[in-house]
Every structure is written in structure tokens, then in C-alpha cells.
């Protein structure tokens, strides 16, 4: 069974530290998503790339986040500096074009101390 | 206001319930309408599309009204595994084309 995979599963760092996480979709996906979940804000869209081409990342602060994709087989998101608001449960996702259902990865949840 | 609005909850029922949500959106560029469920702890999975004309599987029914621009969920005969949080997503086929989530409803089936 496909499976969307993420990596670490849990991050605990101080504020100021990079922090990276990592998601490989199911093979053949095209399109990748990030999302950070919260209690107060719910699940909130950070970045997607279809075809590993980034398409929006207006939900994403630009001075301290990254995402990228230097291949088919893996994104990553970055923080850097990171900060105690950053900490929640990061999502990847992936998709065959952006009408299929989104298939989830388990998360890395984040604690920024 | 958020573009995908839901009741939070929690929906406390007891087993053998029907129980019903609501979700407005506010973008009429809204063009796909899902339900996702997420347990405790555990990532979203697609629950079921919500069409047009309204669609069942088994215990649940999804409903559409764009004129209202809103989306309804209801589950028949409430099991305790249908204790979740149901998000309500929709998607605009112009501009952002990703998914937009609600922040949730938890329900919690009770014995």
C-alpha cells in the first residue's frame, strides 16, 4: 500500500536552530503540498509544487521558511531561524494532479522551545 | 473570515445516533467539495466527494447547496469508530488550486 512518508516524525529544537523536514511522495504523484496544523488555525496550506514546479507559497513566511523539491522522489520544508509560534504538526501531501483525494504523510510533529 | 467555516464542536452522541454537520464556504470560484476525517493524533483521510446532486455511502450522506454555498455530512447509526474530527475541504479550479480546509467538527460516539 502507497504510503506518503515524512521524516523526523517528531523534532524538538530550540528557537534559532534550522530545522528541516523531509517527505517522499507516493511514487508517480505529481503534485506535493505542504500544510501546518494547529489548534487555533486548523490545517493551513504552506506550499505546493506540481511537477516539482513551485505554484504557491503565499502561505508561507518567506523570511524564515523554505520549501523545495530537488527531485520527484522528495521535498523539504525548511525553518530557519525557527521560533516557539513554528512549533505544530506539519503535513506533507501528495496527489495525481489536484483533483485526485490528497494522500497524507503521519506528520512531523514540532516543538520549538 | 475564513474561507471554509465549521462548528468545532464537539458533537457528543450515543452510539446509534444520526447526526448531522454543516460547512459554509465563501469563495463561489469553489468548484470540489470533499470530506475528510481525522482521528486523534493521525493525518486526514479522504472520507467521500461531495457531488452535486448529493451522494451516499453506506451510512453517509454529503449534500450540496451552492446557492447557500454550504456542505452538509450525515452519518446514520453512529458507531463509536466514527469518533473523529470531520474536516470539510473545498477546492477552486481557478487561482489557488489547492485544497482549503476547515478547521474541523470533532464528534465523539458515545456507548
Known amino acids: 500500500d502507497a504510503r506518503v512518508t515524512q521524516t523526523p516524525r517528531h523534532k524538538v529544537t530550540e528557537m534559532g536552530q534550522e530545522v528541516t523536514m523531509r517527505c517522499q511522495p507516493i511514487?508517480?504523484?505529481?503534485?506535493v503540498f505542504w500544510y501546518r496544523q494547529t489548534m487555533m488555525q486548523g490545517l493551513e496550506l504552506l506550499a505546493y509544487f506540481r511537477n516539482r514546479a513551485p505554484l504557491d507559497d503565499s502561505g508561507m513566511p518567506k523570511d524564515r521558511f523554505s520549501a523545495e523539491m530537488p527531485d520527484a522522489t522528495l521535498a523539504t520544508l525548511k525553518i530557519q531561524p525557527s521560533e516557539p509560534r513554528d512549533s505544530a504538526v506539519y503535513f506533507c501531501?501528495?496527489?495525481?494532479?489536484?483533483?485526485?483525494?490528497?494522500?497524507f504523510g503521519n506528520g512531523t510533529r514540532l516543538t520549538v522551545t | 473570515r475564513k474561507e471554509v467555516e465549521q462548528d468545532p464542536g464537539p458533537f457528543n452522541v450515543p452510539e446509534g445516533a444520526t447526526v448531522a454537520f454543516n460547512c459554509t464556504y465563501s469563495?463561489?470560484?469553489?468548484?470540489?467539495f470533499f470530506w475528510y476525517r481525522q482521528d486523534c493524533r493521525k493525518e486526514p483521510k479522504l472520507l467521500m466527494s461531495?457531488?452535486?446532486s448529493g451522494n451516499e455511502d453506506g451510512r453517509f450522506t454529503a449534500q450540496l447547496n451552492r446557492a447557500s454555498q454550504y456542505i452538509s455530512l450525515l452519518i446514520r447509526d453512529s458507531k463509536l469508530s466514527d469518533s473523529a474530527t470531520y474536516l470539510c475541504?473545498?477546492?477552486?479550479?481557478?487561482?489557488?488550486?489547492?485544497?482549503?480546509f476547515g478547521s474541523g467538527t470533532r464528534l465523539q460516539v458515545q456507548p
Open positions: 461531495v457531488y452535486s
Open positions: 501531501a501528495s496527489g495525481l494532479q489536484e483533483q485526485s483525494p490528497l494522500h
Open positions: 511514487l508517480g504523484h505529481n503534485t
Open positions: 469563495n463561489s470560484a469553489s468548484q470540489s
Open positions: 475541504v473545498v477546492k477552486r479550479d481557478t487561482g489557488r488550486r489547492a485544497l482549503t
